[in-house]
């Protein structure tokens, strides 16, 4: 899974950035939900984002590794 999204990355990267940008506003916007709220429901959109952070994390150490042109 991790190889499939940092293939993809490298041929879409806008594609990807929107990925990120999607993910970082909804960090943002539960923060901002569960602070301003204070309902503990809006937490639960904090662990749903950790997967896809957790993608691109692995992603990204694969396209380091395997998939750099700098070598």
């Keep these: 899974m991790f190889r499939?999204?940092?293939r993809?990355?490298?041929n879409y990267p806008i594609v990807h950035k929107l990925n990120i940008l999607l993910v970082a506003a909804i960090f943002l916007l539960s923060c901002y939900q569960l602070l301003a709220n204070e309902n503990l429901?809006?937490?639960i959109?904090?662990?749903l984002i950790t997967i896809p952070t957790f993608i691109?994390?692995?992603s990204s150490d694969y396209?380091?590794?395997y998939?750099?042109?700098n070598n």
Excluded: I
Aim: glycine share 4%; net charge positive.
């Design 4 to 6: 499939v999204y940092a």
């Design 8 to 10: 993809f990355s490298v």
């Design 41 to 43: 429901l809006f937490g």
């Design 45 to 47: 959109s904090l662990l």
């Design 56 to 58: 691109f994390a692995k």
């Design 63 to 65: 396209k380091r590794k």
């Design 67 to 69: 998939l750099s042109t």
